[in-house]
């Protein structure tokens, strides 16, 4: 493993996410923004303050009375008032429990420090109720008043934060640094108080990502180290240590962890005491060490800079942010709701590289920039962004995209060549099924992140999907951790598909499937190379689908090596699939879609079967998800099928499926957001079907049309770009699309080529009230073998 010596200097994320022209009229949209949206039904997304993909993320850890949960994955549950620390970094929108991340809370406390907070495993003492009317957020913002009569303010810039807290009058006033209270506990931990200069350092390693509910001792594990610093605006008057269940008042240092399991009571922190006040706490956050940390927080957050200022200038960057696309019309509820997904799509991927270029490398080394590279970007919840974040990513940010392209090849080529499906910062986890890295790096390329070594990214992709390894092989963390970037590897090789019988694998037929959405996207780049041999080569292994598509039943099955269907087959089952069922994942044929209707026994009895996915038997709206042989609009398998009638010469019933889905799971309440974000991929579908379009092939950049939402959007890329999409008579009568013009040419296409993306370009519709069936209906985007 080579150690990177070279050294770019490294711009902040406010340089990287690039002004707006100043030639193009900024709207003010934060005020558009609600962080609430999402902090229930299992959104899990979390409200604090935060910049676009920013390292740092300052925002509160709710309680039920159990210091080893939050109430959600994100730390922060709408209908917990109840808050035992604010954590310094966090995960937008994950699943597993109890989360991860949430690192280093912060808890101020208006009263006397007498017993371990560690000790206080069910919360009683050292936590706050609140409630929502003394509370509010906005982007780069956070405040709550605590029922304790703490105010707190929050405010971040990319590797920094700076917190205002006021106490009551006449009551002590401490600040608690639970260290190793992460959100899925820590291996270790420690603090060190510096009284004299007013500062409180150290540190926590963090990892076990789900690995409470799976994988065992082999993923409770740790795989990074956050270093902090805090300065503060006045003297210190006391202070203290404690570990598990004893307190050290006057003690200077302390350490000791969690562990992932069985924390309860476990663990250690220190506080800090001044005068009752008001106090200003200025943190800085590094993964390489605390020196680093500290310049973090002198470039970016001086003595200079004052709460407010800081808080000005985060909002600031996220109006540029935001204005990367402009929507005209909608009524103010869709705004809201649009330009809050547009805010969860930009929190991730989160910045990991220090002022000085340095970064955690994933075997825990230090490195620094690649040549060329502006910044490294940590955690890839590859399973989920594949099919639509890294999308929306590469559109509005293509350079940040390329950046984070590179980062997950640097990162992979540390692991002697290894890509991980679920990075967490630069942590393998192994977490969900398939290799997404291809059509992740496949669909920003296409998308025009080209500011990376994509030569070697896919050489070392292809090695991945062709020289099986012993991860492959091998079943330590299955079912839902798996080491293996390719499962089964040698006899999906061999079989032309993932056999049931010992397939290291969550699921046979799903990884099946993934794996074919990863040769396909592989085939893609190979295209793109100028590489026929390899385009041809995983053109024909795009195909492999037909080897789990059982002809009698016409479903995906599990199916052993030995050629046998798996028995008791009911549509409806999950055996062999991955948080969903056969009827779901029937339809994960992106690159297929025609292939797949033919297999079905042609288009018209496909279009049959997708009526029954959306509607039940008596033709009403089933979109909620509870019935496992229909739509789930909450998990990934599901969400690009709503566009998949327009590949069989239907686009009106796509314009009135995606209409029905945006009017009615999309809303402005703290269930807004119908299922878990997932670092922004539920956020970045909304986002394309409101502007009527979408990457319904995740590794091409061709774009399948809707009836947008809006009467006119402008995405004003990065690079210059500028795509315009006008409908006049949008409304919420008018979902169907009469006609379309594209660069003032008519257009029968219900999709648009990806000159569109490169070049920029204005799409122009004409919408009704009732359906033209015949629109769009003859030309079927393309597909495999186009």
Same mark, same amino acid.
């Given at each position: ?98 989360? $991860?991340?949430? @690192?280093? %809370? #912060? ?10 907070? !560690?000790?206080? &495993? *069910? ?106 610093? $805090?300065?503060? @605006?006045? %003297? #210190? ?10 307190? !050290?008042?006057? &003690? *200077? ?109 994933? @075997? ?16 890839? &919840? ?405």
């Amino acid at each position: 493993m080579r150690f990177r010596t070279l050294f770019v200097a490294c711009a902040t994320v406010a340089a990287t996410v690039a002004a707006v022209s100043p030639a193009a009229a900024q709207q003010d949209l934060s005020s558009f923004v609600n962080p609430f949206i999402g902090t229930t039904n299992a959104g899990n997304v979390y409200p604090g303050a935060v910049r676009p993909f920013g390292m740092l993320s300052w925002s509160p850890t709710t309680t039920r009375g159990d210091q080893t949960g939050a109430g959600a994955a994100g730390g922060y549950q709408y209908d917990v008032r109840r808050i035992r620390g604010f954590g310094l970094t966090h995960l937008n929108g994950t699943g597993c429990t109890p989360g $991860a991340s949430g @690192d280093i %809370p #912060i808890m101020p406390h208006a009263g006397d420090v007498t017993s371990s907070p !560690s000790a206080d &495993s *069910t919360d009683q003492v050292y936590a706050s109720n609140f409630s929502h009317a003394n509370e509010s957020a906005s982007p780069g913002y956070y405040r709550v008043g605590l029922d304790s009569g703490v105010n707190v303010e929050l405010t971040a810039t990319e590797r920094t934060g700076t917190g205002r807290f006021t106490f009551p009058a006449g009551r002590p006033a401490n600040l608690l640094f639970r260290t190793s209270n992460s959100l899925n506990g820590s291996g270790n931990a420690s603090v060190r108080i510096d009284p004299a200069g007013r500062r409180v350092t150290g540190s926590v390693d963090g990892g076990g990502f789900c690995g409470r509910t799976s994988g065992g001792a082999a993923n409770q594990r740790v795989y990074y180290r956050l270093f902090f610093t $805090a300065e503060f @605006d006045r %003297p #210190i008057t006391s202070y203290g240590t404690w570990r598990d269940g004893t307190l !050290s008042p006057g &003690s *200077t240092s302390g350490q000791g962890g969690e562990g992932f399991t069985q924390r309860a009571g476990k663990g250690s922190g220190g506080y800090v005491g001044f005068e009752p006040g008001t106090v200003t706490a200025r943190v800085g956050i590094s993964y390489v060490s605390v020196a680093n940390a500290q310049a973090n927080l002198a470039a970016e957050n001086p003595p200079s800079s004052g709460f407010d200022t800081v808080r000005a200038a985060a909002r600031a960057q996220w109006e540029q942010a935001l204005n990367r696309i402009q929507a005209t019309g909608g009524t103010t509820a869709q705004r809201t709701v649009f330009y809050t997904a547009l805010y969860h799509a930009l929190l991730q991927p989160s910045l990991a590289n220090d002022v000085n270029g340095e970064y955690l490398g994933s @075997d825990l080394r230090t490195y620094r920039l690649s040549a060329g590279q502006t910044a490294q970007y940590g955690t890839f &919840s590859g399973w989920d962004v594949y099919r639509s974040q890294v999308q929306m990513l590469a559109l509005l940010e293509p350079r940040v995209a390329g950046d984070y392209a590179q980062s997950l090849l640097n990162y992979a080529d540390q692991r002697g060549g290894e890509w991980d499906r679920w990075l967490h910062n630069n942590g393998k986890t192994a977490v969900m099924s398939g290799d997404p890295s291809a059509p992740a790096i496949a669909g920003m390329y296409a998308f025009g992140a080209d500011n990376f070594d994509v030569q070697k990214a896919f050489a070392s992709l292809v090695t991945a999907a062709t020289v099986p390894t012993a991860n492959d092989t091998s079943d330590n963390g299955c079912p839902i951790q798996c080491p293996g970037q390719r499962p089964s590897l040698d006899r999906y090789q061999s079989l032309h598909y993932v056999p049931s019988n010992s397939c290291h694998c969550w699921g046979a037929a799903a990884e099946t499937l993934e794996d074919v959405t990863a040769d396909y996207a592989l085939s893609q780049l190979a295209k793109k190379l100028g590489d026929s041999t390899r385009q041809q080569q995983f053109e024909q292994r795009a195909g492999y689908w037909r080897n789990v598509f059982d002809p009698s039943v016409r479903y995906m099955r599990n199916r052993a090596s030995n050629g046998t269907w798996a028995p008791n087959f009911t549509p409806g089952t999950g055996t062999g699939f991955v948080e969903g069922t056969s009827a779901q994942y029937t339809w994960m044929v992106y690159h297929d879609v025609t292939g797949l209707a033919a297999a079905m026994g042609g288009k018209a009895a496909a279009a049959a079967r997708l009526d029954g996915f959306f509607h039940d038997q008596n033709g009403n709206w089933d979109l909620s998800g509870a019935d496992p042989t229909r739509y789930d609009a909450g998990n990934e398998p599901s969400i690009q099928t709503p566009w998949q009638y327009i590949y069989l010469g239907r686009p009106y019933q796509t314009q009135e499926t995606v209409r029905q889905i945006v009017d009615t799971l999309w809303t402005t309440g703290t269930g807004g957001i119908p299922g878990n974000d997932d670092l922004g991929t539920m956020s970045s579908w909304y986002l394309f079907a409101a502007m009527g379009i979408y990457p319904q092939v995740p590794s091409r950049a061709e774009l399948v049309l809707s009836a947008p939402l809006f009467t006119k959007v402008e995405i004003r890329r990065a690079n210059g770009k500028t795509i315009v999409i006008e409908a006049a008579q949008a409304s919420s009568q008018n979902k169907y699309v009469q006609s379309l013009s594209v660069n003032g040419t008519a257009s029968n296409r219900a999709w648009a080529p990806e000159s569109l993306v490169r070049d920029g370009g204005r799409l122009t519709y004409v919408l009704g009230p009732t359906p033209n069936k015949t629109w769009g209906a003859t030309d079927t985007p393309p597909q495999l073998g186009g």
